[in-house]
């Protein structure tokens, strides 16, 4: 199998992450600014605890409609246990595993650390470039 033909060549790499104590409506806002509808969550070791959505923040924006107040932390929110992919898995697993589950991205990890992550739309430009 070539490296070209597995997540590692397409997965993003330059990532947004929030700590689990950070208030969520930093989270949100930082969502917002950085147009991206999801971000992983890692403690003070690096250490992928969570991953946090817009869906999973809509509960936290509903709270605050019922308060007049957003209130608590990414912890609060954020869903796991965290379904995570393997830097070297092929794009065809990779997209096998996609149509198999609701999730629009996927941490990639290598040996036990978080090191990017690989949405839809990277796995479609990556058969895009393939074939």
Do not use: C
């Amino acid at each position: 199998m070539s490296e070209a033909s597995t997540i590692g060549t397409y997965m993003t790499r330059d990532l947004v992450t929030f700590a689990p104590d950070l208030e969520i409506n930093h989270a949100v806002a930082r969502l917002i600014a950085s147009k991206i509808s999801g971000a992983p969550v890692v403690d003070d070791a690096g250490t992928l605890v969570g991953i946090l959505t817009a869906k999973d923040s809509f509960q936290a924006a509903l709270h605050a409609s019922y308060y007049q107040g957003w209130g608590g932390v990414v912890a609060d929110y954020m869903s796991t246990p965290v379904q995570t992919m393997d830097i070297g898995l092929d794009i065809v697993a990779a997209a096998e595993q996609f149509l198999a589950s609701p999730y629009r991205r996927f941490p990639v990890m290598e040996n036990g650390r978080l090191v990017g992550i690989i949405s839809r739309l990277d796995l479609l430009r990556a058969f895009s470039r393939q074939w």
